[in-house]
């Protein structure tokens, strides 16, 4: 489906807004009950053993970059949706030629289609990926991670949201999935490869409205999931 182009204007807009933001305040959004923590930090896969910095790997970027990252599909499956937004949102890659704003894009895309949600999203999801500076430290290494999910489940709590809302106050099919996995990063370190794994989890906030796909809401903190 191709995006109006006012429409796509407006996402790349609140991903710049979200992308320039130094400090993310504790804000509360309503029903969801998510806390947008501080930006995670990023650090090399290995660290140097000495003080002494190592030369900086070559570039793995290829000539033949693809002129955008693969979409998230639409679809009218709650889980199947939400694994789909969870993989994008970790899947990730400093050679590829992209950048993190073209990552946030991806999942822009499949976003509130109203806006209202749009800008809440952009900040929160970048709070899950490394910061300009930090990416391009980590481009020196050929870092890329990916998300190895083992679990996803509407959380206990989610019920109770339901009952406490106001009237009007969710969109229809409105709905939550707890995700849980590992983090795979992976580069280079003084020519060897090395990778390392991390658990992670967090809430995906969803709606599926009735015979339409489904789109995304907000997210949790990384690793204060709704449980």
């Excluded at 400090?23 to 140097?48: C, D, H, K, M, W």
């Excluded at 970790?90 to 209202?116: C, K, M, N, Q, R």
Aim: hydrophobic share 40%; net charge neutral.
């Amino acid at each position: 489906m191709k995006l109006p182009t006012a429409l796509r204007s407006r996402r790349t807009l609140v991903a710049l807004i979200a992308a320039s933001i130094a400090v993310i305040l504790v804000t509360g959004v309503g029903i969801y009950g998510i806390i947008i923590g501080s930006r995670e930090t990023t650090a090399p896969i290995a660290p140097s053993p000495s003080s002494t910095e190592p030369a900086a790997q070559p570039s793995r970027e290829s000539p033949f970059r693809p002129s955008r990252i693969t979409a998230i599909p639409h679809s009218t499956d709650a889980e199947g949706f939400s694994r789909s937004v969870a993989t994008a949102l970790f899947t990730w890659d400093t050679g590829s030629g992209f950048l993190p704003l073209d990552y946030t894009e991806v999942i822009l895309d499949v976003a509130d289609p109203t806006g209202t949600e749009q800008p809440g999203l952009a900040a929160d999801i970048a709070t899950y990926l490394p910061t300009q500076g930090a990416w391009a430290q980590l481009r020196q290494y050929a870092t890329s991670q990916r998300l190895e999910i083992t679990s996803a489940h509407v959380p206990d709590t989610w019920a109770n949201a339901l009952a406490q809302a106001r009237p009007g106050q969710l969109p229809a099919g409105a709905t939550a999935f707890t995700i849980a996995g590992i983090r795979h990063r992976s580069g280079l370190w003084n020519g060897d490869q090395v990778s390392a794994e991390q658990e992670v989890a967090f809430t995906v906030f969803i709606a599926c409205p009735p015979k339409d796909s489904c789109y995304v809401l907000r997210l949790s903190q990384l690793n204060n999931p709704l449980r």
